[in-house]
């Protein structure tokens, strides 16, 4: 499986619906797969950088879905970068509902043929990425800077530091060095749990990024060589968790 590239072509991505009509966002690799890749998008709903990334790692040589997990509300997609407005569509998350929509697109990524499966999450995702490797049947997990360290995001999900002590999967933390959201005391907390733990995770702090630095090319807080660095990372957790 090759490198994950920058940037693709969205025509290859295609929408399904996965068990109790979730709404996914899906792409599939030439040739038998025998791993998938879940996506779980940030704050902002499912947007274009989202569907870019989901056929990038098809091109990987992964079936990839990310579920809408805002179907409830209409699948809003905020693109105007107005936090207060994505944060309303947050809160009506519930782990209920988090817990049906990831199960539904895991289903719908073994049915194809995926034998192992990881979950990627980027913000809001990469909470929940964590949260997945905790709680889930997966194989592993990557985290691009997911808050909520120190603090459950939604009733009945764990802090993302009580989800660290309690991993089933291992697990990726890439997270961003002046991200306000992440304090270096919760991230230096997750790296000392993490030397009592087996499951072969690890974190990764680039010190002069801020949040969201990796997804969206086109961002000015975009950071070109963290970036590549961080999904060449990325392409060797997953090459060594799910082959």
Known sequence: MQSIPARSDHSHANKTAGAGGVPLTVSMPVGVARAGVIVLHEVWG????????????????????????????????????????????HDTLTREGLTFDIESALSWVRAQ?????????????????????????????????????????????????????????????????????????????????????????AVVVYPRVRHGFALDPDLPRHAADETTDAFERTSLFLKTHLR
Request: proline share 5%; net charge positive.
């Open 113 to 201: 043929g995926a034998q192992k499966v990881a979950v990627i999450g980027f913000s809001m995702g990469g909470t929940l990425a964590l949260w997945a490797a905790a709680t889930l049947h997966i194989d592993a997990a990557v985290t691009f800077y997911g808050a909520g360290l120190d603090s459950p995001r939604w009733p009945g999900i764990l802090s993302g530091i009580d989800a660290v002590r309690v991993l089933k999967a291992p697990w990726l933390g890439i997270y961003a060095g002046t991200d306000a959201s992440t304090p270096a005391r919760d991230l230096q907390q997750v790296r000392e749990i993490l030397t009592h733990n087996t499951t072969q995770s």
């Open 46 to 89: 499912l947007s274009a950088p989202v569907t870019a990334l989901v056929v990038r790692l098809a091109g990987c040589g992964y079936i990839t879905a990310a579920p809408h997990l805002y179907h409830r509300i209409a699948d809003p997609v905020v693109t105007n970068g107005k936090f207060t407005q994505a944060r309303r569509h």
